[in-house]
């Protein structure tokens, strides 16, 4: 690693990391008011009243716990679609748009082996992303801590944190491949951010009905089983170790792809 | 001692365009201009030495290193100044100076400040606000600020008013005196003329001339264009057996190599009134010398 290029990466990508933590602040405090464990919140009469359309967004919760209230309105829709807007923009800005710009030129006109200047790249998305979760989970906690003491079990909270990383990390992956692979900034998101994105709408697809339901075994998304993790489902633990695995596939490709290509710049 | 080779380099864009069967070696201490056409294959060739592209076929190497295997061993004491200027967004001039030196490691500021000095360069302002000239200087300062032993130069002073340029020419030989190698292309014949020691001419992607400077200057062909008072005695000034490429009504364009007085005899008959050298751009010099085998 460059921490020269490391530390400019994170100057970089500061401020955008700042508007996403804002935005995912106001969700997490707005839907942990809206907690109630008496009478059910207004969320869940929602839910009862619009079965299909809340759960096409995820927000069907398994219980009235207060850790499936949070599963439900915030890790099947806000802790997927923001983090996924950030890895989307960060991967393209890291590498894409340096080559399509031009000024990739001087990150490799200097003596730092390609491989150095892609892996720094990399962890200088995966710190962002990385801060973004553990941003969220601190949120989460405190919020819950201070609105209703002792009622979220934390322990499930930060698998299920662990659960969101990894599948972000595995979207990061993608977008990061692409980056790496097409020089023209219009294809490398358009790659990078479309394959997640489509992803995402067929587990809405999935969502929606039970005849619906196969389609789920064509989204990586369904990996991220979030009730899984809650309810302890073995079968959840490996899909995030598989989204892992999938992630430093992935990333390592994405590297040996920057090291071997041309460059025309 | 050869520090920079190209062997049998070839990249084929279809079309007639990229480099074929390219191959020229620069010595140790050595300025050489590498000329030609836009289109020609310059940036192409010089692409291929800095390691961004693989060679379809052949490849060419900088201190016996391989360009593309070694790249990053090659940087080290490489100097690099690349057609265009394209910087990092909402930096300042100062703020990519520095982070160039970390970024390369490079210890010393002392001569990053001698550069600046020299080019009366200040690089407090905004990339993004700078003019082209001050793009150039700041593309130059961070080409020589670790003091490389190889020099790749593509255009180097494109943008530079004729003092900066002269300045540049003056860093040139400095660097050429302390024992550099360096790889200039350029259209500026002046620039050529002075500093470097050999020229290469590609067109098509092909070397098309190769030859010592001096070689070049001594042959060089010279072009007049003669005004005369009357259309009739433009036409008799025609027959006197110099070499006209040109007539038009009472202006004849003649080329002159090695024999000026033969021509100031036949002015001296003539009512002769006016004469005018056009400027020649590089690559019609060259073309001159090598008569009609490389022109089309």
């Not at chain 1, 892609?118 to 969220?136: C, D, E, H, N, S």
């Not at chain 2, 050489?32 to 940036?43: E, Q, S």
């Not at chain 2, 970024?103 to 009366?120: A, G, H, P, Q």
């Not at chain 2, 003019?131 to 530079?160: R, W």
Request: proline content about 3%; charged content about 20%; aromatic content about 10%.
């Amino acid at each position: 690693m460059n921490l020269t290029l490391y530390k400019r990466g994170i100057q970089g990508s500061w401020k955008m990391l700042l508007i996403f933590a804002a935005v995912i602040s106001m969700y997490f405090t707005v839907i942990v008011s809206m907690f109630d464990p008496a009478l059910g919140s207004a969320l869940n009469e929602f839910a009862k009243a619009m079965p299909e359309l809340m759960a096409i967004v995820g927000m069907n919760p398994a219980s009235a716990e207060l850790i499936s209230f949070l599963e439900a309105y915030l890790y099947g829709f806000i802790m997927l679609v923001f983090p996924m807007l950030f890895c989307i923009l960060s991967a393209n800005k890291l590498i894409a748009r340096h080559i399509d710009r031009g000024s990739m030129t001087y990150l490799l006109a200097a003596p730092v082996k390609r491989v150095t200047v892609a892996f720094t790249q990399m962890k200088v998305m995966v710190t962002g992303l990385f801060t973004l979760v553990i941003f969220a989970t601190l949120l989460g906690i405190v919020n819950c801590e201070i609105s209703f003491p002792g009622q979220l079990d934390i322990g499930k909270f930060i698998l299920l944190n662990i659960g969101a990383f990894c599948l972000q990390l595995f979207i990061g992956s993608i977008c990061f491949l692409s980056s790496c692979i097409f020089n023209d900034v219009k294809y490398a998101v358009g790659i990078g951010a479309g394959i997640p994105a489509l992803g995402f709408i067929i587990q809405m697809i999935a969502n929606a009905g039970k005849e619906l339901e196969t389609a789920k075994y064509f989204t990586f998304f369904t990996l991220f089983d979030s009730d899984g993790i809650i309810a302890g489902d073995p079968f959840a633990f490996w899909g995030i170790a598989a989204l892992f695995a999938g992630a430093l596939a992935l990333f390592t490709a994405a590297i040996v792809v920057f090291v071997k290509k041309d460059l025309h710049i | 001692m050869s520090v920079c080779a190209i062997h049998n380099l070839t990249r084929n864009y279809g079309k007639e365009r990229g480099v074929f069967n390219l191959s020229f070696s620069i010595n140790r201490g050595e300025v050489f201009g590498f000329l030609g056409p836009n289109g020609a294959g310059k940036t192409t060739t010089i692409r291929h030495l800095m390691g961004f592209l693989k060679p379809e076929e052949g490849y060419c190497t900088i201190g016996g290193k391989d360009c593309w295997k070694d790249r990053a061993v090659i940087q080290k004491s490489l100097g690099y100044i690349p057609g265009e200027m394209v910087f990092f967004d909402d930096m300042t001039g100062t703020d990519f100076l520095t982070f160039m030196a970390k970024y390369r490691k490079v210890k010393s500021d002392r001569r990053t400040k001698e550069l600046l000095d020299r080019f009366e360069l200040d690089p407090r302002s905004k990339l993004k606000k700078m003019s082209k000239g001050m793009k150039q200087k700041v593309g130059i300062v961070a080409a020589f600020m670790h003091d490389p032993e190889v020099l790749i130069l593509d255009e180097p002073t494109s943008g530079l008013d004729p003092l900066m340029q002269s300045r540049f020419v003056e860093l040139i030989l400095e660097e050429k005196a302390k024992g550099k190698t360096i790889l200039m292309s350029s259209h500026m014949f002046e620039e050529v003329e002075r500093t470097c020691t050999r020229v290469a001419i590609i067109k098509k992607g092909r070397l098309v001339a190769m030859d010592a400077v001096e070689t070049l200057k001594a042959a060089q062909a010279k072009k007049f264009v003669i005004t005369l008072e009357s259309e009739e005695a433009t036409a008799a000034f025609a027959q006197e057996g110099l070499r006209i490429i040109d007539i038009s009504q009472n202006r004849v364009t003649v080329i002159v190599q090695n024999n000026i007085k033969e021509l100031i005899a036949v002015m001296n008959r003539f009512p002769v009134t006016n004469i005018a050298t056009p400027n020649q751009s590089l690559e019609e010099i060259f073309m001159q010398y090598y008569g009609g085998g490389i022109v089309g």
